[in-house]
């Protein structure tokens, strides 16, 4: 079967499909032109999968029962125990958003300092809140990461570049358009430094607003 065919089987997109294998979850067959043949072993692979993650539960989790390094049952109560621990503070910070609504009070009037005193003595309780500093932490990491690697891709760029001038390989006229096409990467560098920079304190200065998502 290709991926097409497969797609509308197991009703799973197939950049979903993709992933899987890239993830190391999916090895279907490759033939001599490059394209890929799934069988119906890569077919119950692809239900397990979508069961699997319809629970909820982790790829990596997914691929140690695939590598037999954890069992399906004791992944299965692994996760139970951590939707429960879910389960439990959503029903904590549920409590807390009725009790709130049903004082009929108003953003003008809250006091915020005594709800976050139950919060405090929750969360001391093993009560999870959102926390927006390890949010803004992981988004500075992911920008952080993003702009290095382009950097260093730009870094490589200039290096091929400014090789030919440096051995003397080029005569003039290919000189002035080997500078000319090595302020380009720099430029890139400088743009995407600018950009960072105000990513990080875009980022430092508090939680972004999503309200986009809703």
């Known amino acids: 079967m290709k991926i097409n065919e497969?797609?509308?089987?197991?009703?799973?997109?197939?950049?979903?499909i993709r992933y899987?294998?890239?993830?190391?979850?999916?090895?279907?067959?490759?033939?001599?032109?490059?394209y890929r043949e799934y069988g119906?072993?890569?077919l119950e692979d692809l239900k397990k999968i979508k069961l699997l993650r319809k629970l909820s539960l982790p790829i990596e989790e997914i691929r140690k029962i695939q590598e037999k390094k954890l069992s399906l049952e004791d992944a299965l109560k692994r996760h139970l125990i951590t939707l429960e621990r879910e389960e439990k503070n959503l029903r904590e910070i549920s409590d807390m958003c009725r009790a709130l609504s049903m004082e009929e009070i108003y953003y003008e009037t809250l006091d915020a300092s005594l709800y976050l005193e139950k919060i405090r003595d929750m969360e001391e309780k093993g009560v999870r809140f959102m926390n927006v500093g390890d949010l803004d932490k992981k988004k500075k990491r992911s920008s952080i990461i993003a702009?290095?690697?382009?950097?260093?891709?730009?870094?490589?760029?200039?290096?091929?570049?400014?090789?030919p001038a440096v051995t003397g390989a080029v005569d003039l006229p290919s000189m002035v358009f080997l500078l000319l096409a090595f302020s380009l990467p720099l430029i890139g560098i400088g743009c995407i430094v600018a950009v960072l920079r105000e990513r990080i304190k875009e980022i430092e200065g508090g939680e972004e607003n999503e309200a986009s998502k809703y």
């Open 20 to 34: 899987y294998e890239e993830e190391g979850l999916l090895t279907p067959l490759r033939k001599e032109n490059g």
């Open 6 to 16: 497969v797609e509308r089987a197991v009703g799973i997109p197939k950049k979903n």
């Open 147 to 163: 702009a290095l690697i382009f950097v260093g891709w730009m870094i490589l760029l200039e290096g091929f570049m400014i090789y």
């Open 40 to 42: 119906e072993a890569e």
